[in-house]
């Protein structure tokens, strides 16, 4: 397995860990519970160093993001980010991505740690033709997450930068603790926060710099249950190389008055299946978990676990278009009472 530049740093505070897409990681410190609970009141921080980040810059990398984006990258100023998403020829979703324009002709793009490989060669086959260059930043570049409601606060202490003036998907250059760093106002938990980007080297005595300004250390497992409260998708759950991201909750990405790469197939397709939340009565709804309604499987739970703020476990699950309720989890072999719950599944800011 790989290790971050984080590894010692992490079996110091007590991570117990776990291998994740080829990486040593921390699933927790504590508990995932009380790391939940930590970033939703005050402010938790996650080493994220496993994901990748490519570089693509060049007079036509707008042009050639357009076409690989389903997203428009076209509205992205200077200093502004996007979550977006990779189609493959069938319209299925090759990833989920974040693009954050750095400069006039320079943005980068960070994809799921597992797609790294496969994202690459995506992009290299479309970027023919294009007078763009591409790069892969992903050994060389460190990512923590600071999140939570306390995360300008802490953060603010440690850097020159006026965080007050910096918005949602603003991405801008900045002193950490003494340390380069990118910053963007983006995460993965459905609170504020901010996502550094660091030289390896870097990494650590930002991380510990963090956790001694207030901040929690928080593992994979917290990191799963908060994405899961916020109603975000998980790459390989909720969103395949089968999925039509037009079927899902996260249609609002596919920007139709373009032209993309995978654009005409998933138009083209009709939405049998549709992704929706389910908050169970009692029990733990665990991935491939059916999904009944009148009696009969309807679905399959795609992701699912124990909501620390509902305290009850909630679901996400692709189901029969229309299909209706009252609906089911199917709970180690016994039908559990199911309801639809709108997303996010808890009020966020």
């Known amino acids: 397995m790989k290790r971050t530049p984080l590894y010692e740093a992490h079996l110091r505070h007590g991570g117990r860990m776990v291998a994740f897409a080829g990486y040593a990681l921390p699933l927790q410190y504590t508990s995932i519970v009380e790391e939940h609970l930590a970033v939703?009141?005050?402010?938790?921080?996650?080493?994220?160093?496993?994901?990748?980040?490519?570089?693509?810059?060049?007079?036509e990398a707008l042009a050639f993001?357009?076409?690989?984006?389903?997203?428009?990258?076209?509205?992205?100023?200077?200093?502004?980010?996007?979550?977006?998403?990779l189609l493959n020829a069938q319209g299925g979703v090759v990833d989920d991505i974040?693009?954050?324009?750095?400069?006039?002709?320079?943005?980068?793009?960070?994809?799921?740690?597992?797609?790294?490989?496969?994202?690459?060669?995506?992009?290299?086959?479309?970027?023919?033709?294009?007078?763009?260059?591409?790069?892969?930043?992903?050994?060389?570049t460190a990512l923590l997450a600071l999140q939570g409601p306390k995360a300008a606060e802490i953060l603010q202490g440690l850097t020159e930068a006026d965080l007050s003036k910096k918005r949602k998907n603003d991405v801008f250059a900045a002193q950490v603790a003494g340390r380069p760093a990118r910053l963007a106002r983006t995460g993965y938990t459905g609170e504020d926060g901010f996502e550094l980007f660091l030289a390896p080297e870097d990494a650590e005595a930002v991380f510990e710099a963090l956790l001694a300004a207030g901040a929690v250390p928080a593992g994979l497992g917290a990191r799963d249950?908060?994405?899961?409260?916020?109603?975000?998708?998980?790459?390989?759950?909720?969103?395949?190389?089968?999925?039509?991201?037009?079927?899902t909750p996260w249609a609002w990405v596919v920007k139709g008055e373009k032209a993309f790469f995978g654009k005409e197939a998933a138009l083209a397709q009709a939405c049998q299946e549709e992704v929706v939340g389910l908050v169970l009565e009692v029990g733990l709804p665990r991935e491939g978990y059916?999904?009944?309604?009148?009696?009969r499987p309807v679905?399959?739970?795609?992701?699912?676990?124990?909501?620390?703020?509902?305290?009850?476990?909630?679901?996400?699950?692709?189901?029969?278009?229309?299909?209706?309720g009252p609906f089911f989890v199917e709970v180690?072999?016994?039908p559990v009472g199911a309801s639809l719950s709108p997303l996010p599944f808890v009020p966020l800011k």
């Open 40 to 59: 939703r009141r005050g402010a938790g921080v996650f080493d994220v160093s496993h994901m990748g980040e490519f570089l693509v810059r060049g007079e």
């Open 65 to 85: 993001l357009q076409w690989a984006t389903a997203n428009d990258a076209s509205k992205l100023r200077v200093g502004r980010a996007q979550y977006s998403m």
């Open 98 to 140: 974040y693009l954050y324009r750095l400069e006039e002709a320079a943005y980068l793009l960070v994809v799921n740690a597992a797609n790294i490989a496969k994202d690459w060669a995506h992009l290299q086959g479309l970027a023919q033709g294009f007078r763009v260059e591409l790069e892969d930043l992903s050994e060389g």
């Open 225 to 247: 249950t908060l994405r899961l409260e916020a109603g975000f998708p998980l790459y390989g759950h909720e969103l395949t190389e089968a999925t039509n991201p037009l079927c």
């Open 290 to 295: 059916p999904v009944l309604s009148g009696g």
């Open 299 to 324: 679905g399959r739970v795609t992701s699912g676990g124990y909501s620390p703020l509902l305290g009850k476990g909630i679901a996400l699950a692709w189901v029969e278009r229309g299909a209706q």
């Open 332 to 334: 180690r072999g016994k």
